[in-house]
């Protein structure tokens, strides 16, 4: 069996409603619930929610209070495939009171982004154009003998 479990798999946040929080994460960064449970240590739900695109997971730990935030520049970042589609969900969650900044064009390599907040105030972006993907390829490229 391949090791896909090696290298970065997750961040985990702890949300005050598992259910407000796997809908936002599931409207805006096209993500759903891969795997779910109720944490016998503590005694609130668990879940793993995934965008399918490759083995990582936020998990969302339900607490009666979240205590830290994602904040000010703190966030989890979603590649989106255009501008369009960073604009479209800039004005969903516009509508929903849920945009904090943007959308904006920072140029390379920071690309057009927008900032949404989620129900506990985590900061989530949306971003076209950062190049990511082909920048991790390029360093992997240099680091093969």
Not at 11 to 30: C, E, P
Not at 81 to 97: C, K, P, T, Y
Not at 107 to 122: I, Q, S
């Amino acid at each position: 069996m391949p090791r896909s479990d090696v290298g970065a798999t997750h961040i985990a946040l702890t949300v005050t409603d598992l259910d407000a929080s796997i809908a936002f994460y599931a409207r805006y960064a096209a993500m759903r619930v891969v795997h779910e449970r109720k944490d016998e240590s503590g005694g609130g739900r668990v879940a793993w929610i995934s965008d399918l695109t490759r083995p990582f997971v936020l998990v969302l730990i339900e607490v009666s209070r979240v205590e830290d935030r994602l904040g000010g520049f703190c966030h989890i970042g979603v590649g989106c495939a255009s501008r369009e589609e960073v604009d479209r969900l800039a004005a969903l969650a516009r509508g929903d009171g849920c945009l904090a900044l943007g959308p904006t064009d920072s140029g390379e390599p920071v690309g057009y982004w927008a900032f949404l907040r989620d129900p506990d105030g985590h900061q989530l972006e949306l971003s076209y154009g950062q190049e990511v993907g082909l920048t991790v390829a390029h360093a992997h490229e240099e680091t093969e003998p």
